[in-house]
């Protein structure tokens, strides 16, 4: 059904369900030179972990005190059962991370800590979004939002990457899978490519995995996918996992571009049932781990063009799922812009942007999305 004209007023059918528990933000990554958990011993000062729960807490607070605040319904999240995991996850995997809480922490992989309380954090992030995921598909709202940490898009069924334990939105895919789903489509705009998500969907054509991120190629043994274009998924999946690498300093102009031009076209032959909008402000202009410059404006019309393509295919499901986003501030409004585009809200409703105002010079990033529109065309059966 076409949209509406855009709804100004926090009614039902433009509300979201912001689904979150405080107990995630026990989790504790340590500190050091930026990710390692490493003292050089040159320095006074230690910073903390990226991935920590201050970032998240501002998130929280401009949902609650932001110009969005009367449009947000908040609902307790809760704890995933061992048993919701193994869908997605292998068990030898799940039991290798029991096993790490259980000795009091252990380092997975770069980056990567699961110490005292984060195994428990992590249990609450993927409940949480299974409860998102099924308050949706129960039939109580359209738009809901897991605010999660730890992240979970570059977890894979039997590997911890990147901050992440447990794919949180790959085991709320399962979830509805099961519940007689037969198409969900994955948006991911976090900088980084959601590797985790595309290897647990990797021989589907039920869930069509699509992201948008840095052309940062593989980072060890831990994240040995490229995020190529020429990673397309294997068998029965060939086709529906389409990667959209973008230069370093995209821009607004070349993200907005990619997600109409790559995005939404992929999206209107796929057909879904729901969307499944994979979130990560680290694609910001400010982001300490990327180098995409994307602004609060670029956010927020990628949040309109995402409800647009919901209100077409899928009677305006979306579920969003937090990954991840390092600048304390900037990611905090970066999620407001993009809320703002999502629920079509306009006027005094915008927050104005405190910080950008990096120049852009789109020429190459828009160069580069002709080239995979091309590139698409050829290789990928259903993009014909
Ligand atoms: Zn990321």
Redesign the pocket.
Known sequence: MASESPSHSPDDFNRLHVFWHEGMLKHDAGGGVFDTGMDPGFLDVLERHPENADRIRNMVSILKRGPIAPFVSWHQGRSALISELLPFHKQEYIDELIEADKSGGKMLCAGTFLNPGSWEAALLATGTTLSAMKYILDGHGKLSYALVRP?G??AQPSRAD??CFLNNAGVAIHSALDSGIRRVAVIDI???YGNGTAEGFYHSDKVLTTSI?MNHGSWGPSHPQKGSVDELGEGEGFGYNLNVPLPNGTGDKGYVRAMNELILPTIRSFDPEIIVLVV?Q??SAFDP??RQCVTMEGYREMGRAVREAAEWHCEGRILMVQ????HPTYSAYCLHALLEGVLRLSGMLLLSDPVAYYPEDESVALSVVDYIKIYQKEFVPFRR
Do not use: F, I, L, Q
């Not at 990954?323 to 390092?326: A, V």
């Open positions: 992240p898009h570059h990147g901050y976090d900088v980084h991120h990560g680290d694609s781990n990327g990954e991840g986003g390092y």
